[in-house]
T-cell receptor, first 114, second 111 residues
Framework: ETGVTQSPTHLIKTRGQQVTLRCSSQ?????VSWYQQALGQGPQFIFQ???????GRGNFPPRFSGLQFPNYSSELNVNALELDDSALYLC?????????????FGAGSRLTVL | SQQGEEDPQALSIQEGENATMNCSYK?????LQWYRQNSGRGLVHLIL?????REKHSGRLRVTLDTSKKSSSLLITASRAADTASYFC???????????FGAGTILRVKS
C-alpha cells in the first residue's frame, strides 16, 4: 500500500507568478483534500475533490484552483502569487467510512514567495 | 477560520510524565480527530471519537469528548522523547464532513 506523495518538496517563486503542486493519493482512496499551513499555524482547509469534482471549499479566493484525475491524483494551482501564499501545502487523501473522513497526509510542498 | 482551538499552545514535560492537551470547538460535530505532526511535515492520524462517544483509548492515548462543553482532551501517558511533536484536533461540521484543524499544541518531551 503506497502512501500519499507530493511534489515538489520545496520551491521558490516570485510574487505574481503561478505554481502547480502535485499529489498522488494513497491506493484505494477516492477523495483528495488540500490544506495550507502557515508557519506556526494549523492547516487551513482549501478544498476537497471527490470523483474529479470540487466537493467543498474553504475561505480561499478563486486564484486557488484544483483538479483531480481519474487515477485520483490531484493538482493545486495558485495564480498571481502573493507573499502571504508562502506556506506548507498539504495534500491528504481519504475514504469516507460511516460519515467520517480519516485523512492520510503527504509530507507537503513548502512554497516560498519572494 | 479555525474551528478548534488547542490549549496550551506549548507544553514541556519530562520523559515518563503524562501530557494533557485540550481542544475547544464552535459548531456541532459528528466526530473529532487528533493528529500529530513532526517538524513541519505531514500530519499523522492518531484517534477518532464520534459525537456519541465520551471516551476512547488507543495504546498510550486517551481521548475524551464533552459535546455539551464543545471540548475534547488528549492524554498521552508515560510520554517518550519520540512523542515530541505538534498535536492538532480536527472537527467536521463547519464544511460538512471536511476536517477543520485547530492551531495545535507543541509538545516537547525532555529525556
Amino acid at each position: 500500500e503506497t502512501g500519499v506523495t507530493q511534489s515538489p518538496t520545496h520551491l521558490i517563486k516570485t510574487r505574481g507568478q503561478q505554481v502547480t503542486l502535485r499529489c498522488s493519493s494513497q491506493s484505494g482512496h477516492n477523495t483528495v483534500s488540500w490544506y495550507q499551513q502557515a508557519l506556526g499555524q494549523g492547516p487551513q482547509f482549501i478544498f476537497q475533490y471527490y470523483r474529479e469534482e470540487e466537493n467543498g471549499r474553504g475561505n480561499f479566493p478563486p486564484r486557488f484552483s484544483g483538479l483531480q484525475f481519474p487515477n485520483y491524483s490531484s493538482e493545486l494551482n495558485v495564480n498571481a502569487l502573493e507573499l502571504d501564499d508562502s506556506a506548507l501545502y498539504l495534500c491528504a487523501s481519504s475514504w469516507e467510512v460511516r460519515g467520517a473522513n480519516v485523512l492520510t497526509f503527504g509530507a507537503g510542498s513548502r512554497l516560498t514567495v519572494l | 477560520s479555525q474551528q478548534g482551538e488547542e490549549d496550551p499552545q506549548a507544553l514541556s514535560i519530562q520523559e515518563g510524565e503524562n501530557a494533557t492537551m485540550n481542544c475547544s470547538y464552535k459548531t456541532s460535530i459528528n466526530n473529532l480527530q487528533w493528529y500529530r505532526q513532526n517538524s513541519g511535515r505531514g500530519l499523522v492520524h492518531l484517534i477518532l471519537i464520534r459525537s456519541n462517544e465520551r471516551e476512547k483509548h488507543s495504546g498510550r492515548l486517551r481521548v475524551t469528548l464533552d459535546t455539551s462543553k464543545k471540548s475534547s482532551s488528549l492524554l498521552i501517558t508515560a510520554s517518550r522523547a519520540a512523542d515530541t511533536a505538534s498535536y492538532f484536533c480536527a472537527t467536521d461540521g463547519e464544511y460538512g464532513n471536511k476536517l477543520v484543524f485547530g492551531a495545535g499544541t507543541i509538545l516537547r518531551v525532555k529525556s
